[in-house]
């Protein structure tokens, strides 16, 4: 799929054979067998579809996405966005109709109830904190309640650290707002528009990890390999400045593993999540190199 997916370029053999033997991949999805690899396949098989423009089978690979995995949920208002930027009615009138159905059929089959769809949330690990801004905020006030006076601490700390938990909620609400809106008036002036979808639904699915999810086993940013590696060829700013954040933040991520070789503690894995959060921020924050802008 990938093959087929990249265009003929002195890259392609390199770029295939280093997803194939990528370890980060062989380990997680092969190893250690966590099903996003089927997220990851029909990721793969999303971009397939966008980028030859089967865009009701991408609404549908979205809708199998969401079965394996949540985050596809933030990908289909993109697409519906798209399909009306791109003036495709009939086409999202029929994808509409068609997720309807999907649940309908799901929720009369497996999903009947809303605790039964808040399952796919996964809400069994929502108390977890790790590898996002949620884990250096927690850092920060754990630290600070030593020195500050008593009736500063404790209780207000944690306060604190809650509204700034929702002020980050309420921030990546707004940027995805904007992200909307981009992809509605924006994108119909631009001739790559296919790429823009799946630069844009990469940039959210990042930037989600690192800001509005509390917690980010290894596993998860593995969704992110795929498209940095399709992306790659492509010689624009944005694109390279994706792939090198998504790239930071996943080898960063792997430090989980070298802390937790003989046992874990709290400090330890605070120090795993802050290893991956501020590297990838401090890389997204910066200014573009000249080699970017090129």
């Known amino acids: 799929m990938i093959w087929n997916l990249l265009k003929e370029d002195y890259l392609k053999k390199i770029i295939v054979i280093a997803y ?42 979205i809708w199998v996405g969401i079965l394996t995995k949540t985050i596809p ?26 997720s309807i159905a999907v649940i309908c059929i799901v929720s009369f089959v497996c999903l009947g109830s809303l605790d039964a769809w808040s399952s796919l949330t996964n809400p069994g690990v929502s108390f977890r904190t790790n590898r996002s801004l949620h884990i250096f905020l927690i850092t920060i006030f754990r630290n600070i309640t030593n020195i500050l006076p008593s009736f500063l601490s404790g209780e207000y700390a944690y306060r604190v650290y809650l509204l700034s938990k929702w002020i980050s909620y309420m921030a990546y609400i707004l940027y995805y707002a904007a ?20 630069l844009t639904i990469g940039w959210t699915s990042l930037l989600l990890f690192l800001f509005a999810t509390p917690g980010n086993p290894s596993w998860y ?33 792997y430090t989980y593993y070298l802390f937790t070789l003989k046992g874990s503690s709290d400090f330890l894995l605070g120090v795993d999540g802050l290893i991956a959060f501020i590297p990838t921020t401090i890389y997204l924050i910066l200014p573009k190199t000249s080699k970017e802008l090129k």
């Open 73 to 98: 949920i933030i990908w289909m208002p993109l697409m519906f966005f798209y399909l009306s930027s791109k003036k495709k009615y009939n086409t999202l009138i029929l994808s509409f109709l068609a």
């Open 20 to 61: 194939l033997v990528n370890p980060i991949l062989l380990f997680e999805q092969v190893s250690q067998a966590h099903i996003d690899v089927f997220l990851c396949r029909s990721l793969i098989l999303l971009i397939l579809s966008i980028n030859f423009q089967y865009l009701f089978l991408s609404v549908m690979l």
């Open 179 to 198: 992200t909307l809106y981009g992809m509605y008036w924006g994108i119909r002036k631009k001739s790559d528009s296919e790429i823009h979808l799946i």
């Open 221 to 253: 940013v593995t969704i992110l390999i795929p498209i940095a590696f399709l992306v790659f060829p492509i010689k624009d700013s944005d694109v390279q400045r994706f792939v090198n954040t998504s790239l930071i933040f996943c080898l960063s991520s």
